[in-house]
C-alpha cells in the first residue's frame, strides 16, 4: 500500500508509544514508525505484553501493529525513509554540571537532532514532542541548520498534554492539540501539515496554533499550573488537620466556583510522576537563568510544599503508632504514581517505604500494575520489604494499613475481613481518602485520613 505521509517517531515510551498508536488508528492512510535505543523495549511493544499499562492501549495496538503502525530498532533507516519526525525522548532533570537538580538534560534530544541530521537524504518537519525549555527549538534549528547539503528542516513544537492513566481517552479527545512555528512561509506551511493529521479527529477549533517559544513554554506553564493546585489544596489539608475542618467540605465549597472549577482539587500524599517535579524545577531554573529570582521562588514553593506533605505524612504514621514503628509490620495498598498506572517515577511511594524501612518497620506492598517496578525503585532494600498482589494477603497480620494510590478496587475491599485478619490496634492511613472513613472507624480501625479529623477509639 502507498501510505499518504510517512511518520517517524523517535523514542518509544509513555509518551511516544500511545501518542503514535493514537494517530496510526485514526490515520489508515500514514505509515507511523516508532523506534528506540532501547531495543527491549521495542521488542515489548512488538510482543503481547506492552511495555506501558494503558487502558484501551492494546486494543488500538492490536488493530494497527503491522498494519501501518511498526516499531523498530533500525533508526538510521527510519529517519532517511521518513517525511515527519516526532522527538519523544525523554529529558529528565540533570544531575550533574551546571544546574544540577534544577535544568533539564537536553543531551537526548541534542542526540537526536544529530542523528535527524546526519542520516535525512531530503527535508523533513521536525517536532518537539517531549517537554522542552523554552528556546529548546532555536538549538534543534542550529544543529540542523548546520549541514553542508541543500536539505531544510522545519521544527514545531507539539508539546503532549497526555495523563497516565487516561492516555487513550486524553488523546482520542484532548482539550487542545497545540502547535507552534515559526510564521515563515515554510514554518507555516510545516504548520499545516500537522495540523492536518490531528484534525483527522480533533475539531479544528480545539487545534491551536502560536508562536513556537509559546507553545515550548505553554507545556511547562500548564503542568506548573496543575502541580500548583494540588500543593496548594495539600497546603490547606494541613491546616484542616489543625482546625477539625475537612480538606474535601473546604475544596468541594472553593471549587465550586466557576472561576476557580472542581477538578485536580484533591488532597493527598503528593504528586508524583516524570514530569510535575522536573517541569516546575526546569521553570524555576529557566527563571533564575532569566534573573528572575523572585519568580522562581514562587514556583519552587510548589515542590517544598509537595516534599512537606510527604514528611507531614511520615510523622502522622509515628506519632500516632505510638512513635516507634521497629519490629511493625506495614502494609501499603498502591505504589504507582497514581490510579490506572504501573508507572512508578517520582512515586511519593517510594520516599514514604524508605522513611517507614529506615524506622525498622516491615513493609508488604500491594499493587495491581506496579509491583515490578516497585521492586526495581527498591532494589536497594534487601530485607524487611515484601511484594505481594494480593490485598488481603498482604495486609494479614499487619499492624497498620496505608493507602498511597488511589486504584479503584481498595474501595470495593472488604474492611471487615481486613480488620479481621490485622494486629491489633489496627491503624489505616488514608493517604488519598478513599475508603468510607466511619465504616473504617465502626469496624474498630483508627482511622488518620489527609485534611480530615482522625478518628480514634483512644482516649486521651
Ligand atoms: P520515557 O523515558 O518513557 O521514553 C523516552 C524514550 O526515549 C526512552 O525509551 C529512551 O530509550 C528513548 N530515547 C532516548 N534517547 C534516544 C535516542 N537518541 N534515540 C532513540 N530513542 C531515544 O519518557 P516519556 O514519559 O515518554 O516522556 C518523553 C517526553 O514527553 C518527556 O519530555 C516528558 O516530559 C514528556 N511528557 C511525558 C508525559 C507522560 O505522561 N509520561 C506526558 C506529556 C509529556
Ligand atoms: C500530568 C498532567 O496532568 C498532564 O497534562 C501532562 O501531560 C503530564 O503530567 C506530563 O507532562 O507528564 P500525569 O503526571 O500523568 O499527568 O498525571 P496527573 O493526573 O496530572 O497526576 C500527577 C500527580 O498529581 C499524581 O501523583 C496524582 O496522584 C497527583 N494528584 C492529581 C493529586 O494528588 N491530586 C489531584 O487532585 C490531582
Not at 487516561?166 to 512555528?181: Q, W
Not at 500548583?228 to 495539600?234: A, D, E, M, T
Not at 496505608?402 to 485478619?421: A, G, R
Amino acid at each position: 500500500m502507498k501510505f499518504k505521509k510517512k511518520i517517524l517517531c523517535i523514542g518509544a515510551g509513555y509518551v511516544g508509544g500511545p501518542s503514535m498508536a493514537m494517530i496510526a488508528y485514526k490515520c489508515p492512510d500514514c505509515r507511523v514508525t516508532v523506534v528506540d535505543v532501547n531495543s527491549d523495549r521495542i521488542d515489548a511493544w512488538n510482543s503481547a505484553e506492552l511495555p506501558v499499562y494503558e487502558p484501551g492501549l492494546d486494543k488500538i495496538v492490536k488493530k494497527t501493529r503491522d498494519k501501518n503502525l511498526f516499531f523498530a530498532k533500525n533508526i538510521e533507516n527510519q529517519i532517511r525513509e521518513n517525511d515527519i519526525i516526532f522527538v519523544s525522548v525523554n529529558t529528565p532533570t540533570k544531575t550533574y554540571g551546571a544546574g544540577a537538580g534544577m535544568a533539564s538534560d537536553l543531551q537526548f534530544v541534542e542526540k537526536t537532532a544529530r542523528q535527524i541530521l546526519k542520516h535525512s537524504r531530503s527535508s523533513k518537519i521536525v517536532i518537539e514532542k517531549s517537554t522542552l525549555p523554552v528556546k529548546t527549538a532555536l538549538a534543534m534549528e542550529r544543529i540542523l541548520s548546520s549541514g553542508k547539503g541543500k536539505l531544510t528542516f522545519e521544527v514545531l513544537s507539539n508539546p503532549e498534554f497526555m495523563a497516565e492513566g487516561t492516555a487513550i481517552s486524553d488523546l482520542e479527545n484532548p482539550d487542545r492539540v497545540l502547535i507552534g512555528s515559526h510564521e515563515t512561509k515554510n514554518g507555516l506551511k510545516a504548520r499545516a501539515e500537522l495540523t492536518e493529521i490531528y484534525a483527522r479527529w480533533i475539531p479544528l477549533e480545539k487545534i491551536i496554533t502560536s508562536n513556537i517559544w509559546s507553545s515550548e513554554l505553554s507545556k511547562l506553564v500548564a503542568n506548573a499550573f496543575l502541580a500548583q493546585r494540588v500543593s496548594s489544596i495539600n497546603s490547606i489539608s494541613a491546616l484542616c488537620e489543625k482546625t477539625d475542618a475537612d480538606i474535601s467540605e473546604v475544596a468541594k465549597a472553593v471549587g465550586m466556583d466557576s472561576r476557580i472549577g472542581n477538578k485536580f482539587l484533591n488532597a493527598g500524599i503528593g504528586f508524583g510522576g516524570s514530569c510535575f517535579k522536573k517541569d516546575i524545577l526546569n521553570l524555576v531554573y529557566l527563571c533564575s537563568h532569566y534573573g528572575l529570582q523572585e519568580v522562581a521562588s514562587y514556583w519552587e514553593s510548589v515542590v517544598k510544599i509537595n516534599e512537606y506533605q510527604q514528611e507531614r505524612f511520615i510523622a502522622n504514621i509515628l506519632k500516632n503508632m505510638f512513635s516507634t514503628l521497629a519490629g511493625k509490620k506495614i502494609c501499603i495498598f498502591g505504589f504507582a504514581f497514581k490510579a490506572d498506572t504501573g508507572d512508578t517515577r517520582e512515586s511519593p511511594a517510594i520516599y514514604i517505604t524508605r522513611k517507614l524501612i529506615s524506622e525498622h518497620a516491615e513493609v508488604n506492598i500491594s499493587d495491581p500494575k506496579a509491583l515490578k517496578n516497585a521492586a526495581i525503585d527498591l532494589a536497594a532494600i534487601k530485607e524487611n520489604v515484601k511484594y505481594i498482589e494480593d490485598p488481603y494477603r498482604a495486609v494479614a497480620g499487619c499492624h497498620a494499613l496505608v493507602i498511597l494510590t488511589e486504584w479503584d478496587l481498595y474501595k470495593k475491599l472488604n474492611f471487615q475481613k481486613i480488620y479481621n485478619s490485622m494486629a491489633k490496634p489496627a491503624f489505616l492511613f488514608d493517604g488519598r481518602n478513599i475508603v468510607d472513613h466511619k465504616k473504617c472507624f465502626s469496624i474498630g480501625f483508627n482511622v488518620y485520613p489527609i485534611g480530615k479529623p482522625a478518628l480514634s477509639h483512644f482516649k486521651n
